[in-house]
């Protein structure tokens, strides 16, 4: 991965977040990386982390801990980032020639012409290395769950060829973090972090149908599907039952887990940014659907401060 010729352009890409400290900071030989990776894009690893934490925060609740294993949740922002650019880095290499179709996407490093080919699959070998020793610092358990979270990442880039919900894929994937904070406690698995792995699905299908509607003209020029398609008009209805349907999950992993009351009221609070959602979403403006689906990083400080909150507080008394 030499640096690049002094007269190449190192363009942002569409989507970036305005002033990103990459643009403004990096090196430009560092800047296609970057992109790849999705650093100038926080708001992705953050969704990949926030059912990593959240499960941390429940399972330390159920031990009676009144903090999260403070480790783990450094590994776990380390192993998000590591696995968020990795996973967005594959995913373009799959989607290069679709990327170069769409007007938001065809300014990402490979269609545009920053990197090659060669030179993003390298940057995906480091990129999963690091999220692997990350891994290996957890139980043997744990580090059996990380590894088969694998076969669904590696099948997500193509499942918008084949079916209207590759959302669902996406939420299988990003919501493995809900199976990981529990397992890196107790060393198995339990009722309460596989319903918070279900609600997290529910909670991913969501968000992620917001974003896609930025782009289901180009997707559907071009033949990709996905639920903003499918949902079309009655998207805040099918949201409604989906955000619904995540609340109900997250309460019953939070019964199971034993949680006391405040994380029950960060539920409340976290419930009303869903509604918030829902009500302010209008499909045909893509700068609202950005916004909104960015705003989700707000739900997950909302729903994991209630639990840690709550397992502080018992822990005190």
Avoid at 35 to 52: K, Q, S, T, V
Wanted: glycine share 10%; hydrophobic share 55%.
């Amino acid at each position: 991965m030499s640096p690049r010729p002094a007269t190449t352009v190192f363009s942002a890409v569409a989507d970036a977040v305005s002033g990103n400290w990459l643009d403004m900071h990096a090196p430009d030989w560092l800047k296609p990386y970057g992109r790849l990776a999705r650093w100038d894009r926080p708001i992705g690893w953050r969704l990949l982390l926030w059912p990593c934490w959240w499960s941390a925060a429940l399972a330390a609740g159920a031990a009676g801990q009144a903090l999260p294993n403070l480790w783990h949740i450094f590994l776990f922002l380390i192993g998000a980032i590591a696995m968020r650019g990795a996973g967005c880095t594959y995913n373009d290499l799959v989607d290069q020639d679709i990327d170069g179709l769409v007007e938001r996407t065809r300014s990402r490093p490979i269609p545009s012409g920053q990197v090659t080919t060669r030179q993003a699959k390298i940057f995906l070998v480091l990129q999963a290395l690091t999220g692997f020793l990350v891994l290996l610092q957890f139980n043997w358990f744990t580090v059996g769950l990380g590894i088969a979270s694998l076969g669904v990442v590696a099948i997500y880039p193509f499942m918008k060829r084949h079916t209207d919900w590759p959302q669902a894929f996406l939420g299988l994937a990003f919501s493995w973090g809900a199976l990981m904070g529990w397992a890196a406690l107790f060393g198995r698995l339990d009722a309460a972090p596989v319903l918070l792995y279900c609600g997290g699905i529910c909670w991913t299908i969501a968000y992620d149908t917001i974003y896609a509607h930025q782009d289901k003209e180009d997707d559907e020029l071009i033949g990709v599907r996905s639920t903003a398609r499918l949902f079309a008009e009655n998207t805040k209805i099918w949201l409604t039952g989906l955000y619904g349907a995540a609340v109900a999950l997250f309460a019953a992993a939070f019964w199971f887990a034993g949680a006391g009351p405040l994380a029950y009221a960060g539920l409340v609070i976290a419930a009303g940014h869903m509604a918030w959602q829902v009500r302010r979403l209008q499909i045909e403006d893509p700068e609202n659907c950005l916004m909104l689906f960015r705003s989700n990083r707000i739900f997950g400080w909302i729903l994991f401060a209630g639990l840690v909150t709550d397992s502080a507080a018992r822990a005190l008394l």
